[in-house]
């Protein structure tokens, strides 16, 4: 019943930006820490950053920082990945994760998304 859904992935140049966003439903969404992850072909899946409930509160995987704001808009049920100054190591599947603390760790996160591919080109 709970359903994520990413959108806003797509193809951009080297030092462009993107705004994905994760949109909620089948949950108190306010209730729940959120999560970015990604994972590319052959590599591990990367934390890359999560908010808390309030969304006073984040934390950023080390090869996003400065780079990448995570956000969450509690009344919409939807959170948000601003994604500035892309590399193309950037370039991975996106996944929206739920769950109930605040950690780095995948197996942690309770729902998933489908992802969001995005691709930056040099």
């Known amino acids: 019943q709970v359903q994520l859904v990413e959108s806003g992935g797509g193809l951009v140049q080297a030092g462009g930006s993107l705004r994905l966003s994760c949109a909620a439903s089948?949950?108190?969404?306010?209730?729940?820490?959120m999560a970015w992850f990604r994972q590319a072909p052959g590599k591990e899946r990367e934390f890359v950053a999560a908010?808390?409930?309030?969304?006073?509160?984040?934390i950023y995987g080390e090869s996003v920082k400065g780079r990448f704001t995570i956000s969450r808009d509690n009344a919409k049920k939807t959170m948000y990945l601003q994604m500035n100054s892309l590399k193309p190591e950037d370039t991975s599947v996106y996944y929206c994760?739920?769950?109930?603390?605040?950690?780095?760790?995948?197996?942690?996160?309770?729902?998933w998304g489908q992802g969001t591919q995005v691709t930056v080109s040099s």
């Open positions: 994760a739920s769950g109930g603390t605040m950690t780095v760790r995948a197996r942690t996160y309770t729902y």
């Open positions: 089948g949950l108190t969404f306010s209730n729940y820490i």
């Open positions: 908010i808390n409930r309030s969304g006073d509160s984040t």
